[in-house]
């Protein structure tokens, strides 16, 4: 799609499309300038033809007029043009037509004549005609209805005197060929062909050959012959393929896996892409009996607790047998998923083999990668640009990759940023790979502190980076300057280079924006080579709208790719993700392209890792424990779960359709048994399967694949095959994707790609239509179509859809990190994100999707059930957790326990449990390849987390969801810049501070009361105190990070959480003391001390 280098921006609902030249002051162009003359017919745009001239259909009068409505006047028509009224002359490259002329000054014997070629049969050829409403899409020559009719569908012969079936007398014997004719109902068709099921019914054997008749008559044993079949073998070779040819016996007692026609022919391309790597089971089998052991000792342990009440400290022991129930059920659902656990590895040069042969183009599937961002201010420009420098950058063929930039906030500094970033990208591309460099984000390769001339051998390389790093050092300068300009807005809005004002000044009521910066057609690098895609996509936004933030901005760039360039998979990465590994997305075609293996694949996930970290990692930013030891845990279940970055996606798997499933191969049956016991015995099974037809019958009938053309409009009944005869009408194709005839197209080609002949007019407005704000209004979209709306964690939300129909994800984890991102290292900062991600969490748990109760019959299994069960019910352990979390200081001031006098009984049982708790932690260690710090700061980081954000995010999810109050909780800033990791020290004022240090607080209070009771009252009642004090330090120790942060940098503690922490924690000890203090409740007891005081 070329563009010229212009802002497109348009509204769908208004009518509205503009142009804005950024190269001339002040001019507005509309698309008829872009796409040149417009057939008064039809109204679509006029061709080019290959000598760069618009077409001209008459001679006389020049009436504009595009070639498929030239054609059809000629063919149906009156012959004349509807201006001048003089009659049509054949043009070179149309069919002739009864009253036309012979032609002296031209040749075309190829296209004298309508003769269906190669491109009419294939699905581009299908979907020009579906599109020609509202494409000028045309190759070559067509009917009306855009479909090859069966008289046009045979190809041209290179001789014209072979027959089918019939031997014509008026030809000689020696003329004579042998020929098959292209239906046959014995074999399999493997290649398509342009005639409907119904026609391959009729069966033509072919002319038999004469014996006494030498072969050379027919064809066969001539030089001609043998050329003929070397160059056949050679195809067959070059494609590496094997297609099966089935005979008429036993044609169906091998494998499903033979009959893909996608199978390799040589032995080094059946070899598969990937392979899973099960843990070992010297490290699986003790884990899993730990596992078992453990259950049986927290049974014993429930057993015990509960016959054993404390009597005088009822209410405390109650409370804390809830808690540890609530603990217990959390625990195995988080435990069973990962009874499997599995790694996974890729072989990328026999990815090379198989779709990159030499001398060839590559056959890798092309890849659009989205790119979302919304407040340039908070997320910084300079990230995003070398998030995007490093897609474009990436080990891909460069015509296989397109870039897609969301700016949700429609923020000028982002359009200008992107703007200085296409032209960086000119040098910065070809010199990533040239030299092979990692990583190709700039900031991150300068940056890194490695012997940088390692395995280097080109003698310029010193010298081009060196040059490589001032152009980013001024690069950077000139992003930089761009932030400090947007800092103050003038009055009348922004305006750009040519003085029209920007679209999105206002940014809640703004037209859609597309801006293609680079492209196959446009600018090349500095070494004249063709760089990928940029396309800069800003949805419209107006008042009364709801525009469902990044899922919303997701969905808007779905439909665009689809429109522009349609490639079958998708990758989606934050602003401050870049690709760490240039083979990245390769890695994730190794699962995707699979012939085997990879058909039921929805997405590929890959780990979350992050830079800027400090060593420590103090509030377990890296998340090491979820990444490295649950998420390979789903992955020998269905998949992990989706975390909304890094994350290939298969382009259909989010259109809602239902897996692929596998044909099981037909049982066999015996014929040995008599029919009596057929009849007694059979008749069960006949019922469970009629009720498994029906049942997979409706599951079919609620949501079809639809994988041919053909079938969407109605009345086209050429080229569906019988494998895909279950139609879709196009009001049901409206109601679920929009009312956009174009990107409904894209949807049903499954292997990607657009019709090669849409003009750029033609995709502009579609694309723009698309983004429009009332597009999603009665469609799918959001509900069973593309990111699922109802959750701020929309990432969730839509891998469960996914897997509830069927299919499965992989997690791939390269040995070179494939993403990296930056975190939040400051307290207050982390806590906000936790609070969201459980804030989504609890939105899922209150809606109709919440796997409880959704998706029962469906494709998902148990314990990927239990693991989403788990991701959404964990914000509902944040109230246990803070009450159990107080029982050790009330145990304290109260001089009361949660447990009665401790047999040996009790010991042994307490001991078997922390004993079970830290087998569990160390073989999960093992075979996950944790550090044991890594575990601990998790552990640690689950407490703060727990009785903070958590808690907040419980009680406003039930607040939004059931009273539809909308609570916020705002941060700001008050930090400082003292070196590195200086940002770890700074608190900001939030309200999630609070209750973990008045935890912290209160526990420390308990403490000194409990060790000064124990000074007071002899060496008699540290024995009872040893367990109460054991309770409180590990509350203590869990929330020393919090501690530690908090007097890192006392200065920077705000003065009002001390307050409110200290008065919390003063009105608890000051009740305790109301209610009992150390002194007796009977009063002072008096006792006579022998002395005579008189």
Same mark, same amino acid.
């Given at each position: 799609?070329?563009?010229?280098?212009?802002?497109?921006?348009?509204?769908?609902?208004?009518?509205?499309?503009?142009?804005?030249?950024?190269?001339?002051?002040?001019?507005?162009?509309?698309?008829?300038?872009?796409?040149?003359?417009?057939?008064?017919?039809?109204?679509?745009?006029?061709?080019?033809?290959?000598d760069?001239?618009?077409?001209?259909?008459?001679?006389?009068?020049?009436?504009?007029?595009?070639?498929?409505?030239?054609?059809?006047?000629?063919?149906e028509?009156?012959?004349?043009?509807?201006?001048?009224?003089?009659?049509?002359?054949? @043009?070179?490259?149309?069919?002739?037509?009864?009253?036309?002329?012979?032609e002296?000054?031209?040749?075309?014997?190829?296209?004298?004549?309508?003769?269906?070629?190669?491109?009419?049969?294939?699905?581009?050829?299908?979907?020009?005609?579906?599109?020609?409403?509202?494409?000028?899409?045309?190759?070559?020559?067509?009917?009306?209805?855009?479909?090859?009719?069966?008289?046009?569908?045979?190809?041209?012969?290179?001789?014209?005197?072979?027959?089918?079936?019939?031997?014509?007398?008026?030809?000689s014997?020696?003329?004579?060929?042998?020929i098959?004719?292209?239906?046959?109902n014995?074999?399999?068709?493997?290649?398509?062909?342009? &005639?409907?099921? $119904?026609?391959?019914?009729?069966?033509?054997?072919?002319?038999?050959?004469?014996?006494?008749?030498?072969?050379?008559?027919?064809?066969?044993?001539?030089?001609?012959?043998?050329?003929?079949m070397?160059?056949?073998?050679?195809?067959?070779?070059?494609?590496l393929?094997?297609?099966?040819?089935?005979?008429?016996?036993?044609?169906?007692?091998?494998?499903?896996?033979?009959?893909?026609?996608?199978?390799?022919?040589?032995?080094?391309?059946?070899?598969?892409?990937?392979r899973?790597?099960?843990?070992?089971?010297?490290?699986i089998?003790?884990?899993?009996?730990?596992?078992i052991?453990?259950?049986v000792?927290l049974?014993?342990?429930?057993h015990?607790?509960?016959?054993?009440?404390?009597?005088?400290?009822?209410?405390?022991?109650? =409370?804390?047998?809830?808690?540890?129930?609530?603990?217990?059920?959390?625990? @195995? &659902?988080?435990?069973?998923?990962?009874?499997?656990?599995?790694?996974?590895?890729?072989?990328?040069?026999?990815?090379?083999?198989?779709?990159?042969?030499?001398?060839?183009?590559?056959?890798?599937?092309?890849?659009?990668?989205?790119?979302?961002?919304?407040?340039?201010?908070?997320?910084?420009?300079?990230i =995003?640009?070398?998030?995007?420098?490093?897609?474009?950058?990436?080990?891909?063929?460069?015509?296989?990759?397109?870039?897609?930039?969301?700016?949700?906030?429609?923020?000028?500094?982002?359009?200008?940023?992107?703007?200085?970033?296409?032209?960086?990208?000119?040098?910065?591309?070809?010199?990533?790979?040239?030299?092979?460099?990692?990583?190709?984000?700039?900031?991150?390769?300068?940056?890194?502190?490695?012997?940088?001339?390692?395995?280097?051998?080109?003698?310029?390389?010193?010298?081009?980076?060196?040059?490589?790093?001032?152009?980013?050092?001024?690069?950077?300068?000139?992003?930089?300057?761009?932030?400090?300009?947007?800092?103050k807005?003038?009055?009348?809005?922004?305006?750009?280079?040519?003085?029209?004002?920007?679209?999105?000044?206002?940014?809640?009521?703004?037209?859609?924006?597309?801006?293609?910066?680079?492209?196959?057609?446009?600018?090349?690098?500095?070494?004249g080579?063709?760089l990928?895609?940029?396309?800069?996509?800003?949805?419209?936004?107006?008042?009364? &709208?709801?525009?469902?933030?990044?899922?919303?901005?997701?969905?808007?760039?779905?439909?665009?790719?689809?429109?522009?360039?349609?490639?079958?998979?998708?990758?989606?990465?934050?602003?401050?993700?870049? @690709?760490?590994?240039?083979?990245?997305?390769?890695?994730?075609?190794?699962?995707?392209?699979?012939?085997?293996?990879?058909?039921?694949?929805?997405?590929?996930?890959?780990?979350?890792r992050?830079?800027?970290?400090?060593?420590?990692?103090?509030?377990?930013?890296?998340?090491?424990?979820?990444?490295?030891?649950?998420?390979k845990?789903?992955?020998?279940?269905?998949?992990?779960?989706?975390?909304?970055?890094?994350?290939?996606?298969?382009?259909?798997?989010?259109?809602?359709?239902?897996?692929?499933?596998?044909?099981?191969?037909?049982?066999?049956?015996c014929?040995?048994?008599?029919?009596?016991?057929c009849?007694?015995?059979?008749?069960?099974?006949?019922?469970?399967?009629?009720?498994?037809?029906?049942?997979?019958?409706?599951?079919?009938?609620?949501?079809?694949?639809?994988?041919?053309l053909?079938?969407?409009?109605?009345?086209?009944?050429?080229?569906?095959?019988?494998?895909?005869?279950?139609l879709?009408?196009?009001?049901?194709?409206?109601?679920?994707?929009?009312?956009?005839?174009?990107?409904?197209?894209?949807?049903?080609?499954?292997?990607?790609?657009?019709?090669?002949?849409?003009?750029?007019?033609?995709?502009?407005?579609?694309?723009?239509?698309?983004?429009?704000?009332?597009?999603?209004?009665?469609?799918?979209?959001?509900?069973e179509?593309?990111?699922?709306?109802?959750?701020? =964690?929309e990432?969730?939300?839509?891998?469960?859809?996914?897997?509830?129909?069927?299919?499965?994800?992989?997690?791939?984890?390269?040995?070179?990190?494939?993403?990296?991102?930056?975190?939040p290292?400051?307290?207050s900062?982390?806590?906000?994100?936790?609070?969201?991600?459980?804030?989504?969490?609890?939105?899922i748990?209150?809606?109709?999707?919440?796997?409880?109760?959704?998706?029962?019959?469906?494709?998902?299994?148990?314990?990927?059930?239990?693991?989403?069960?788990?991701s959404?019910?964990?914000?509902?352990?944040?109230?246990?957790?803070?009450?159990?979390?107080?029982?050790?200081?009330?145990?304290?001031? =109260?001089?009361?326990?949660?447990?009665?006098?401790?047999?040996?009984?009790?010991?042994?049982l307490?001991?078997?449990m922390?004993?079970?708790?830290?087998?569990?932690?160390?073989?999960?260690?093992?075979?996950g390849?944790?550090?044991?710090?890594?575990?601990?700061?998790?552990?640690?980081?689950?407490?703060?987390?727990?009785?903070?954000?958590?808690?907040?995010?419980?009680?406003?999810?039930?607040?939004?969801?059931?009273?539809?109050?909308?609570?916020?909780?705002?941060?700001?800033?008050?930090?400082?810049?003292?070196?590195?990791?200086?940002?770890?020290?700074?608190?900001?004022? $939030?309200?999630?501070?609070?209750?973990?240090?008045?935890?912290?607080?209160?526990?420390?209070?308990?403490?000194?009361?409990?060790?000064?009771?124990?000074?007071?009252?002899?060496?008699?009642?540290?024995?009872?105190?040893?367990?109460?004090?054991? &309770?409180?330090?590990?509350?203590?120790?869990h929330?020393?990070?919090?501690?530690?942060?908090?007097m890192?940098?006392?200065?920077?503690?705000?003065?009002?959480?001390?307050?409110?922490?200290?008065?919390?924690?003063?009105?608890?000890?000051?009740?305790?003391?109301?209610?009992?203090?150390?002194?007796?409740?009977?009063?002072?007891?008096?006792?006579?001390?022998?002395?005579?005081?008189?």
């Open positions: 799609m070329d563009t010229k280098g212009r802002l497109v921006a348009g509204s769908h609902n208004r009518n509205e499309f503009v142009l804005i030249n950024a190269d001339e002051v002040g001019r507005v162009t509309s698309v008829k300038e872009l796409s040149g003359q417009i057939c008064q017919i039809c109204g679509d745009e006029i061709e080019i033809t290959v760069g001239e618009p077409f001209v259909a008459c001679n006389e009068c020049a009436f504009p007029i595009c070639r498929p409505c030239y054609e059809y006047e000629r063919r028509g009156n012959q004349a043009c509807p201006q001048c009224k003089t009659r049509f002359k054949r @043009i070179k490259g149309s069919p002739r037509v009864d009253g036309d002329e012979d002296d000054e031209f040749d075309d014997l190829d296209n004298e004549f309508d003769i269906g070629s190669n491109e009419r049969r294939d699905p581009h050829g299908v979907a020009e005609a579906m599109l020609s409403s509202r494409l000028n899409i045309g190759r070559g020559t067509s009917n009306v209805s855009g479909f090859a009719t069966p008289s046009e569908a045979y190809p041209n012969p290179e001789i014209p005197l072979l027959t089918y079936g019939q031997e014509d007398d008026g030809i014997a020696d003329k004579h060929a042998l098959i004719p292209p239906f046959m014995r074999s399999k068709r493997i290649h398509p062909m342009p &005639f409907s099921d $119904t026609a391959s019914s009729v069966s033509l054997p072919p002319r038999p050959m004469d014996p006494k008749k030498d072969l050379a008559v027919y064809g066969y044993g001539t030089v001609a012959w043998k050329d003929r070397e160059e056949w073998r050679k195809r067959q070779n070059d494609k393929q094997m297609v099966k040819h089935q005979g008429d016996g036993d044609g169906g007692g091998h494998g499903d896996e033979a009959d893909d026609p996608d199978l390799p022919k040589m032995d080094e391309g059946r070899q598969p892409l990937s899973k790597l099960p843990i070992s089971s010297s490290k089998s003790p884990y899993r009996m730990v596992i052991v453990r259950l000792i049974g014993l342990f429930f015990y607790r509960i016959l054993h009440p404390v009597n005088d400290a009822y209410a405390l022991w109650m =409370t804390s047998i809830i808690c540890e129930i609530w603990f217990a059920v959390s625990w @195995i &659902f988080d435990q069973f998923p990962k009874w499997f656990p599995i790694e996974r590895e890729t072989y990328l040069d026999r990815l090379s083999l198989r779709y990159e042969k030499e001398g060839k183009p590559s056959e890798l599937a092309p890849i659009d990668v989205f790119v979302s961002t919304v407040d340039p201010l908070k997320e910084p420009p300079l =995003t640009a070398n998030t995007v420098l490093s897609i474009l950058a990436v080990d891909y063929p460069v015509e296989k990759v397109a870039c897609y930039v969301s700016d949700d906030g429609a923020a000028m500094l982002t359009f200008e940023a992107l703007s200085e970033t296409s032209e960086f990208a000119r040098k910065w591309v070809p010199f990533c790979k040239k030299f092979s460099i990692e990583p190709r984000a700039p900031e991150w390769y300068f940056a890194q502190k490695v012997d940088y001339l390692k395995d280097k051998v080109h003698p310029a390389f010193v010298r081009e980076r060196r040059a490589m790093k001032r152009d980013y050092e001024e690069f950077k300068i000139r992003i930089n300057g761009l932030v400090t300009m947007a800092q807005v003038p009055e009348e809005g922004w305006t750009m280079q040519d003085g029209t004002p920007w679209p999105g000044n206002n940014v809640r009521d703004h037209p859609g924006m597309i801006q293609v910066f680079l492209g196959q057609n446009g600018v090349r690098d500095i070494e080579n063709e990928p895609r940029l396309v800069y996509v800003s949805r419209e936004k107006r008042p009364g &709208f709801d525009h469902h933030k990044k899922a919303g901005a997701m969905n808007s760039l779905i439909r665009v790719s689809a429109v522009v360039t349609n490639a079958p998979y998708m990758l989606n990465v934050d602003c401050d993700h870049y @690709i760490n590994n240039s083979k990245a997305l390769r890695e994730s075609m190794c699962f995707m392209m699979d012939p085997t293996s990879g058909k039921k694949i929805c997405y590929v996930q890959f780990p979350q992050f830079d800027g970290i400090d060593r420590h990692d103090r509030y377990s930013n890296r998340n090491v424990v979820f990444f490295d030891i649950n998420m845990g789903l992955d020998g279940i269905q998949g992990p779960i989706y975390v909304g970055t890094g994350c290939v996606f298969r382009r259909q798997a989010l259109y809602g359709y239902d897996a692929p499933v596998k044909k099981k191969a037909p049982g066999k049956t014929n040995c048994l008599p029919k009596w016991f009849c007694c015995f059979g008749s069960s099974k006949k019922k469970s399967k009629g009720k498994s037809t029906r049942k997979s019958k409706k599951v079919k009938e609620a949501s079809t694949q639809i994988h041919a053909e079938n969407i409009e109605e009345g086209i009944e050429a080229g569906i095959d019988s494998e895909k005869t279950s879709m009408p196009q009001i049901k194709f409206e109601k679920k994707f929009g009312q956009s005839p174009v990107f409904i197209a894209s949807t049903l080609l499954e292997d990607g790609g657009v019709p090669p002949g849409a003009t750029s007019a033609s995709l502009l407005k579609e694309a723009i239509h698309v983004i429009s704000c009332g597009y999603e209004d009665k469609t799918e979209w959001g509900k179509v593309g990111w699922i709306y109802g959750s701020v =964690t990432d969730i939300l839509t891998g469960f859809k996914m897997h509830c129909h069927g299919w499965r994800s992989v997690y791939c984890i390269p040995k070179r990190p494939a993403f990296k991102g930056s975190a290292i400051n307290l900062d982390r806590l906000h994100q936790v609070l969201r991600w459980a804030l989504g969490s609890v939105e748990l209150l809606s109709r999707h919440c796997p409880i109760w959704y998706g029962y019959g469906c494709g998902l299994k148990p314990l990927e059930r239990f693991s989403y069960i788990n959404v019910v964990y914000p509902l352990t944040s109230i246990p957790l803070v009450a159990y979390c107080t029982l050790p200081a009330v145990c304290l001031l =109260t001089g009361k326990f949660i447990v009665p006098e401790i047999s040996n009984y009790a010991s042994i307490f001991m078997l922390f004993l079970s708790i830290a087998v569990t932690s160390i073989l999960e260690m093992q075979w390849g944790v550090a044991i710090d890594d575990l601990w700061r998790n552990e640690q980081f689950w407490v703060i987390g727990g009785v903070s954000a958590h808690l907040f995010a419980l009680f406003q999810g039930l607040l939004k969801v059931l009273a539809g109050v909308n609570t916020n909780f705002t941060v700001t800033s008050k930090g400082g810049d003292d070196g590195e990791f200086s940002e770890l020290y700074v608190f900001k004022w $939030t309200s999630l501070l609070i209750p973990p240090l008045t935890l912290l607080i209160f526990n420390i209070i308990g403490v000194i009361v409990g060790i000064s009771d124990a000074i007071s009252n002899g060496y008699e009642s540290w024995g009872p105190l040893f367990g109460r004090l054991f &309770f409180a330090i590990w509350v203590i120790l929330l020393y990070p919090f501690l530690k942060g908090m890192g940098k006392q200065s920077g503690v705000p003065t009002i959480i001390v307050v409110w922490s200290i008065l919390l924690a003063s009105i608890l000890s000051l009740l305790w003391v109301r209610v009992n203090p150390f002194l007796d409740r009977g009063g002072i007891v008096l006792e006579v001390c022998g002395l005579d005081c008189d």
